[in-house]
């Protein structure tokens, strides 16, 4: 099980690197350069967070792409959300029904306490509170 998935650390890493050049249009270039990820990959990851408004397109001779928010607004669970869906540590299943036991299981019960406590944590945490402990 991964908590974060590659298109999402790809895509933190290319929020964090734009958040601190901001007041700057990045091209895709050099992200790819300054982050070593690569170019197709970034790519898409920067067409979704432009779709998804984390970040703005800049067309044309010295296009590239800038944050559209306040990194204090984007949270580590909303770019999340966005590469991997909805938060998930269990899915309770037997193949393709579902877990007989799953409304009296101890371990069921544990694991979503758990959950809720990581995906709180991860709503709070933000590109800006990443950025200051970077420092």
Known sequence: M???????????RA??????HKDQVISVNELVRE????????RKILQVLNKK???????GLGGGFSLARPV????IMNVMEIFQGEFNLNECHLKKNACPQQVH?????KITSLETYVADTL????IGELLKEAV
């Open 72 to 75: 204090d607004t984007i949270s």
């Open 2 to 12: 991964k908590l974060i998935t590659r298109d999402t650390d790809y895509a933190i």
């Open 53 to 59: 408004e984390i970040v703005y397109s800049h067309k």
């Open 15 to 20: 929020i964090c690197f734009m958040a601190r």
């Open 123 to 126: 709503e709070k945490l933000t």
């Open 35 to 42: 982050l070593a990820v690569p170019k197709p990959f970034l």
């Open 105 to 109: 299981c101890p371990l069921r019960a």
